[in-house]
């Protein structure tokens, strides 16, 4: 789109009120959604949570095929389609909604590189466990990646899923790491993270900014899913203060929602609510 | 540490050690802390121990290859940059190194491997002229064949066949990342007060190329030029830590003992080139006169040999 006709549809985008009907699309909870995705789409609802924006979440399985860049969540609101939470935060932003503006230049250069710091590093790391780890690939994700579709359609879908991870790992160089080198940077994350959440409520004090949601969805994440072993959770498990953060979190926010909570709904059969 | 580290690395060029941001990271990282590394700066990345560069050559584990296996090698010899920093800015070094290599990395080697204009006109011309004969006719575009799949897969495919688009998005938010890291260095010597640390080797290698080279078309160099206190940042460190190795290009003679190293190395190839291919040159004309008969060699008693052809060549010619 050419600046004038981004321009234009910001106009549009900040002229219409956010609708009733906003939907945020994903994967099916139960079968197919795989970890990483999962987050993302969490993350996506706990930044809209806290905006005070309703929105309904609905499950497709072809959810990743619908989005504009390939990416899960999208949302669609009005006739607009949005996918991931960069994106999704400038576009609520250029609806009125935004949680960081009370933050200084310093502080706002912090918060986008603690983003890019859990996009880095935890995201990453995520895809490696899903894709790359034999035992994780076998028992867990090929099921589920391919589930609603039938044989052999589903085997393809998950191997050229696969394939195509596999080589942004190594575009990226994290094919010649082991698992105990991904588990270490996930350790190293989260004590970056904690140190910089630190006894805060939240990363920026009072108020919760994209940043906390996005910690938020990946985290809860790691906790609640069950996969092959427990030393991804475990490695979370180890700071306190950021298991306290995303239990403060899922009570402000996520606790209207009872039974069919997206944050606490079943994935890869969850435990639901965090261990204490 | 008995013997030195051996570093390979690429070498200098645009008035920088090293024209590479992977092996100018550890370099400077080298530098800050004062780790005695015997430094080869070559042109040809198959010097390497490990094939590519920068490559660093050690007694306890091989050969690392990578710019954050070579950093976190030295640290565990107890060259550590970050020793003094709180445990609240080591955490913000790991945030704002992810924010470098997420956002301004992939559009820096977009600036100098991708776009069309500088990579015909600047960067290709660098890399084919320092690197030897014949490796320079295939090297540059096999680098920019994977410099441009690695973009494709960060990207995303649709995302590089609309240049506009991307030109939009990718560069604004470089543009962004590099007004935030301005914004945090604020009026500072380094990053975390005054002496540097592992963030200022980061920060410093991704942008001194883009501050030093002369690119035809650079956009993301004018936004960054305009930036002072990162330019000012960039040369302090440069007249700082490497005052005399403001690399010249590789043919001409660099000045530090580091790289005489280097230096006599590549002279033996040059040389050795030179003389090859004169010789090749010599055994062509010989080979050539031989076959053609302008020359020919008659086994007969020594002395008498010479002059009985000619005196008979010139009877012959007498008689016509």
Known sequence: MSLVAEAFVTQIAAAEPWPENAALYQQLKEEQIL????ASSLAVQAFLQMCNLPVQVVCRANAEYMSPSGKVPFIRVGNQVVSELGPIVQFVKAKGHSLSDGLDEVQKAEMKAYMELVNNMLLTAELYLQWCDGTTVEEITHPRYGSPY???LNRILAYQKQWEVKRKMKAIGWAGKSLEQVLEDVDQCCQALSQRLGTQPYFFNKQPTELDALVFGHLFTILTTQLTSDELSEKVKNYSNLVAFCRRIEQHYFEDHDKDSSASAA???????LPS | MAAPMELFCWAGGWGLPSVDPDCLAVLTYARFTGA???VHKVTNPWRSPSGCLPALKTKEEGVLSQMHQIITHLRKQKYNADYDLSARQGADTLAFVSLLEEKLLPVLIHTFWVDAKNY??????????AIPFPLNFFLPNRMHKQHLERLQLIWGDSCLEDEEELEKEMYREARECLTLLSQRLGDQKFFF???PASLDAFVFSHLAPLLKAKLPSGKLQQHLKSLQNLCDYCSSILSLYFPWDGGDAPSSAPKTSASQGAETEEEPYKRRSQILSVLVGLAAMIGYAFLSGIVSIQRGPPGAAGPRPIAMEEEEEEEE
């Open chain 1, 35 to 38: 970890l990483s995705d999962n």
């Open chain 1, 150 to 152: 039938p044989w052999p």
């Open chain 1, 267 to 273: 994935s890869k059969s969850s435990k639901g609510y």
């Open chain 2, 36 to 38: 005695p590394l015997k």
């Open chain 2, 120 to 129: 015909v006109e600047h960067t290709r011309k660098w890399y084919a002229d």
């Open chain 2, 193 to 195: 007060g005054d002496s």
